[in-house]
């Protein structure tokens, strides 16, 4: 193969790339767990993907508005070495009132609010997250 071009090897059930070039930048590795997905590149840079799904209740009122307990959004599925740019897409009837980073391996958590109160509401939060690897 020429430089620049992926090595590709057929197997019984899968396809394996030896070797993927983005704009020039090698990827190292990617994978996946329960927490999501990651690809890390050789100039450091790692992007991390997930979701969380749970519901939820505004059981808090402040001034005209309802809030839920805070949200615990777990882990990213692979540690960064410092702590990344997180970017939330939430889908529900829910906005987001505050989202606390909690550092290389915690997302963090949210709390949400409505305008009125509402129980056991179902949300999906998608996170990206950019950041280092090495």
Known sequence: CNKGEYLMCEFKDRVDFKKITIG????????SNNNGDWIK????????????NTTCSNNVQVGSLWYTDSFNLGQYPIEFIEVPKTYLQIEGVYSIAEYTGNGKQNIGNIYMTNAVSRNDQYIKVDFFAIGKWK
């Open 24 to 31: 020039n930048v090698e990827i190292i590795e990617s994978g």
């Open 41 to 52: 590149f050789a100039d450091g840079t790692m992007f991390c993907h997930g979701n969380r």
